[in-house]
């Protein structure tokens, strides 16, 4: 038995790559479109995990997607959180809950998903304007 | 960058461990208890595939978990779909979507949470009860 990916759906698909790939740096392995089904599925990973995948599906008849309680987030350990941040915040992302620790973040992908981003190894040392910054929101 | 886990939430941990663990075949790999945040968090993966978890988040004081449109499923590959879809609904989980392809099933955790079970390469030859069996609910 093998983990395959998380499946999360879209409403934009150009809207979502821009976040996942663009801002967030996964990379896009392989998409699959259905014009019977009228929907495409793209697979995304972490470059050089591709093992463990996330596949957007957009349906091109568009509904609007609220998230329910069950589902939690998705997690990433990732090199520097401190530059993520900074990169994500450039790019107009808001930190819902910003890396104050120097060790955990929070952000929202365009449909409401949460994901979190785990410092690797041992936390960074508290450093502004991280440390004095507020939590927005919910995620 | 690297996946770590998808986090979902659990309303009863005993059951929800008796479903992803002793139904599904996943593997309890470590657990932390906050007696402060009165929450418990379980990390569970496919035997050999530690680097891909599901991590249950078990809130002490009970909140009802419902799902949401965003998130879809957690997906596995699985050795042979028909011996895994017999041996829950042996244990009494329903097949909503029964592999009467030979290829893909769904089934739903007690929260709710979609799981898609995909036979490994090749889609198997279709088989009864399987191939004759109606779709259940939704998932």
Redesign the interface.
Known sequence: ?????????VTDLDESLDFYCNKL??VELRRHESSGGRFTLVYL???G?E??QV?L?WNWDP?E???????????????DIYALCQQLQDAGVVINRPPRDGHMAFVLSP???SI?L?Q?GDSLPAQEPWASMESVGSW
Chains 1, 2 share one sequence.
Request: glycine share 12%.
């Open positions: 038995m093998k983990y395959l990916h998380t499946m999360v759906r740096g996964l990973a972490a470059p995990d093992d463990a596949e599906t509904e997607y609220t998230g329910g309680r069950n589902f939690g987030h998705l997690a990433y350990a990732v090199d449909d409401g998903i979190e785990l690797k």
